[in-house]
């Protein structure tokens, strides 16, 4: 059996290592460095950064349709890392309460300025109006309506083949761009809430034109 006198200790082995061949004290100094630049470059790895907590950005909190007025409970906040973030981004949700939305928006969409217009007090409708998206065949009409233009919404009678008058004094909320070349652009128009729906119905199934006043 070997004394375990005779057999070197650890310290007695690392010293003879340390005072030994120079090699021998380059290669331990360079795994120490290694090591150390290893667990630095971990720990900057895993270290939140300043956009860690990510930016505020407005979304939709529930499925929202076009034409609503949005309310406290239709939207909510997420943060999204700053370079995601889209342009037009709100990072408060009271610059949308109480505007339209002139486009449907899901759940988590966020909600950004050009997807909304002014309140649809401000801009000329009556009190308890609902806004009412409708498409017009009649590109060149929708190009001179902006945002407070005051119109109304008719249609051609089935039989007779005369117009129908189906909203008057409408206030236009948005005029949105087209979504093709062959396509009616669609209008965003408030009005009262007891003909919107006959309006929205009338839309689907009718070409429907608007008259400036």
Do not use: K, N, Y
Not at 46 to 75: N, W
Not at 156 to 177: F, H, I, N, Y
């Amino acid at each position: 059996m070997t004394d375990s006198r005779l057999a070197p200790r650890p310290l007695s082995r690392f010293g003879a290592f340390v005072v030994g061949p120079g090699w021998r004290r380059v290669a331990l100094l360079r795994r120490a460095a290694a090591g150390v630049l290893a667990t630095l470059a971990l720990a900057l790895a895993i270290a939140p950064g300043p956009d860690a907590g990510g930016v505020p950005v407005v979304v939709a909190a529930v499925d929202v349709a076009a034409g609503s007025t949005l309310r406290p409970a239709d939207l909510g906040v997420r943060h999204w890392p700053a370079d995601l973030v889209p342009g037009g981004a709100l990072p408060d949700p009271a610059g949308a309460e109480g505007r339209v939305l002139v486009g449907a928006a899901r759940a988590g969409e966020p909600i950004t300025d050009t997807r909304l217009a002014g309140p649809a007090a401000v801009l000329g409708a009556p009190a308890g109006a609902a806004a009412v998206p409708v498409r017009l065949a009649d590109s060149g009409a929708a190009a001179l309506l902006i945002p407070g233009s005051t119109v109304d919404v008719v249609t051609v009678g089935g039989e007779s083949g005369e117009p129908v008058v189906l909203a008057t004094a409408a206030a236009v909320l948005a005029v949105l761009p087209p979504d093709s070349p062959s396509s009616g652009r669609l209008v965003l128009v408030a009005m009262p809430a007891g003909i919107a729906a006959r309006v929205a119905a009338a839309s689907l199934t009718e070409q429907v034109a608007v008259t400036l006043r």
